[in-house]
């Protein structure tokens, strides 16, 4: 992280915790609800970021910017839902990822390559179409209706350090669980990119598309291989947020929120999908709490955006994003 | 042809006074330092080049002096005005007018609009008159069209002047960059490789066309050029740049006997 | 044989620069504006009126606007609904606070208030760029959205958020009626149709081309960045903000927040695109297609002799929808405009083949 964006990060949680600590008085009973906040927004931006590492992740690897990310997730969610109904869990799992990686194939045949060198805002467009596709692909053959998912998650809440604070904190344990599975997520991909093969070629793509091409590695495998993992993050976002939600067209504009993570965080960086989901989650859930009286509530459909605009006057390029030399 | 007026004061003659002068200018973009406390003036009316082998940082020093990239350290001064750095269109403002090395041309305009954008600078009605196209705005626009034809004539790209410049070969392509410096009727014309892969006759036409705006408009001309020939030819005066450094100032034949510019260019080790 | 230029001779720069300097388009463009103004009202049904002509020449102006600022000016916007809604409350609350305002003027100013809002919006592309730049603008979406639905002062304290245009009238004769209200319409859009033409053939909007291609160089001749931005926001909003006025005033009578929302943004964005990006011609032709898609895709399956109930149509309508934008895109990126363009280059040639 560069010193700017490492400031700029500090800056921002030393003003959250101003906050927390000035409208209090510094009693030991509200200090507890402040900590129960902070963990709320910080899994809750957990989950953004599962949502966010696929945009990053197709944007690194084909310089798209995948609109359709959303529509992915809900896809994803309904398919899993529906099979579930007629097999047990496991093998629907495995149906829908074999289905998600049929249809990174075909986005990469039918839109990718036929759109190769076109500007970014066509493939942006272009995404928006596949976005639209699925979704009504998705409710003509599912149905249009809102469906619960059960994968097993914990429902109950949990209430942790109840020996230190008088009361404890109520902490949802389903996020608890979102948190750790999205913790699992991020590692194995880190992993995956650092220390195989594919990885590897997958960052040379990201790099130089020619550079990579000129070396052998064959471009339209490495897009469909990005599009299924893509398509897996997709599913285990599905899963994690329909499990807490319920698998239903909303779902997408959650999925809409991880454009200013993506913001945020910088276009082309993983880290930064992680950190950029924490700090949306966090700033809304505080802001929601702590600014929404002042405003009349509902602030949390746009801070997230006013936030990212914010950050981005200060770093155009994201917090850990590239910096785009003008060369003349 | 007059393509620009005499400023009051001004004297038609062959070269004059100091227009132009870098003093201690470094640059470094990161850890890379591009240039290394440059020095040097171009006098008023005089062709001077700039050259050096790859990387050596000349573009870098037309960028700096046009205020695309600041300096760390050192100043330049143009017109008597000192500047630490300028913003772009303040050096438009003040006369400098440049082509580029990559053309950086408006690729989804035609040659006319890429011209005629060059002119931008002089054109002052308000976006009322402009929408409705009458009185003021529409003599601005004809009377800009005029000069800007005059300048299509003497590039001799009229069959062209119509279409997208996108689809324009690279020889005139680099005719119409020239043309939109040479909209702005600048004092100081910074050319950046203005030869770059040409052959003979084009070489032959474009330099044609650098002594000719020298030599009847009086624009100083301060040009980046591989070509030694031309350089010889064509310049007043050369510097000589190599890994950022000054190594060489004056006269071709000066530079051209010069030890450290042949070693350089051997790539002697130093 | 019949579109070719031999014998048109111009022999002052005013001539060579008019709007349609080939006679034979001179002749198409004012048939084509008398079959509008004059014969049109006599010909066309109320339902053509009403639910194609009205809405397609208001979505025009309104895509006319963001064509300004995406195709002409390079800078990609997701917020446009919301400029829309600025111009619609604008316009409502002049309207209903300043009840003897001539309605001319009240969408004048409704634009202008749309304008400043546009503006400020606009302000962050001078640092920030690309999709971050379009997403800024979904900052902008967004908070809008909320503000109309949340600050009661907008909808005049209406219980239900959603607000009732008043009835139109100008100078005194009141305009009923589907023919009435397209031909005030469409006044209008030829009226600003023909300034959006005339400001990107002059100065400024060759100060927005050039910076949409290339803005370092832009910069290079003297042409402020702020400035071509800035005025490529100001100028897009003003129209974007008159056509949410007329949207609302004239083709609504009434709406709630949602009628601009996120995906009237999307919308636009498709017809710009689809249209053809730095086309005034474009932005008329992508509207036409967006207006006119949904219903001729209703109206396939029953032509077809395949009845199906209303919500698989809108199913198949989202799916067929999304894939003629992919198809779109990959047939002819540059939109229906370039698909014109080629037809009267071939035209030109008719009946040689080159």
Known sequence: MSASARNLTIAFFALLAA???????????????????VIGGLMSGVLYSLVALGLVLIFKASGVF???????????????????????????????????????????????????????????????????????????????????????????????LDKVFEGGILVSTEDLVAAVIAGLLVAALALFFQKTATGRALRAVADDHQAAQSIGIPLNRIWVIVWSV???????????????????????LIALKALPVVILGGFTSIPGAIVGGLLIGLGEKLSEVYLGPLFGGGIENWFAYVLALVFLLFRPEGLFGEKHIDRV | MNLRELEPGEVRGRVGDVILALEGVSLSFGGVKALTDVSFDVREHEIRAIIGPNGAG??????????????????????????????????????????????????????????????????????????????????EEIAHRRRVEEIIDFLEIQHVRKTVVGRLPYGLQKRVDLGRALAAEPRVLLLDEPMAG????????????????????????????????????????????????????????????????????????? | MIYRETGQFKTTYASDQQLFPILQDRVFVIGFLLFAFVAMPFLASDYLFRAILTPFLILSLAALGLNILVGYCGQLSLGTGGFMAVGAYAAYNLAVRVPDLNLLVVFVLAGLCSTVAGALFGIPSLRIKGFYLAVTTLAAQFFLDWLFSRVGWFTNYSSSGSVAAPPLEMF?????????????????????????????????????????????????????????????????SFYVGIAGALWGFVYLGGWEPLAFDVNRSFELLFMVIIGGLGSILGSFLGAAFIVILPIALNRLPTALGMPLSTATVSEVELMTFGGLIVFFLIAEPRGLARLWAIGKEKLRLWPFPH
């Not at chain 1, 906050?19 to 906040?37: C, H, K, T, Y």
């Open chain 1, 19 to 37: 906050a927390a600590v000035s409208p209090m008085d510094f009693g030991e009973a509200r200090f507890p609800q402040w900590l129960e906040i």
């Open chain 1, 66 to 160: 995948n609109f359709a990310q959303g529509a992915m997730v809900l896809f994803a969610a309904l398919t899993l839902v529906r099979l579930m109904e007629k097999m047990p869990f496991v093998v629907a799992l495995a149906v829908v990822l074999a289905v998600m990686v049929a249809l990174a194939w075909l986005v990469e045949r039918l839109v990718l390559r036929p759109l190769v060198n076109q500007e970014g805002i066509v493939l942006f467009m272009a995404t928006l179409g596949v976005a639209y596709f699925l979704n009504g692909l998705g409710q003509l053959v599912w149905g249009a209706d809102v469906y619960t998912l059960d994968v097993g998650m914990p429902k109950e809440p949990k209430i942790i």
């Open chain 1, 230 to 252: 893509a398509g897996l993050v997709a599913l285990v976002a599905g899963v994690v947020w329909g499990s807490k939600l319920g698998v239903q067209f909303s779902l997408q």
């Open chain 2, 58 to 139: 000349k573009s870098s020093l037309l960028n700096v002096i046009n205020g695309v990239y600041r300096p760390q350290q050192g100043r330049v001064t143009f017109r008597g005005e000192v500047r630490a750095a300028m913003e772009p269109h303040h050096a438009a403002a003040m006369g400098i007018a440049r082509t580029f090395q990559s053309l950086a041309l408006f690729k989804g305009m035609t040659v006319l609009d890429n011209i005629l954008a060059g002119r931008n600078l002089m054109m002052r009605s308000n976006v009322f008159l402009q929408a409705l196209r009458v009185g003021p705005a529409l003599r």
């Open chain 2, 198 to 270: 040409m052959n003979i006759e084009e070489k032959q036409d474009m330099s044609r066309f650098v002594l000719d705006v020298n030599d009847e408009f009086g624009t100083t001309v301060v040009l980046i050029e591989h070509d030694m020939g031309v350089v010889m030819d064509l310049s007043d005066r050369v510097v000589v740049l190599d890994y950022g450094r000054k190594i060489a100032d004056g006269t071709p034949d000066e530079v051209r006997s010069s030890q450290a510019v042949i070693d350089a260019y051997l790539g002697v080790k130093h």
């Open chain 3, 172 to 236: 005194g004769h009141p305009i009923q009626g589907p023919a009435e209200k397209y031909l005030f319409v469409l006044s209008i859009v030829s009226v600003f149709a023909l300034l959006a033409k005339n400001l990107t053939r002059g100065a400024i909007g060759r100060s927005w081309m050039a910076t949409r291609d290339m803005d370092v160089a832009a910069e290079v001749i003297g042409i402020r960045p702020l400035y071509a931005k800035l005025t490529a926001f100001a100028v897009s």
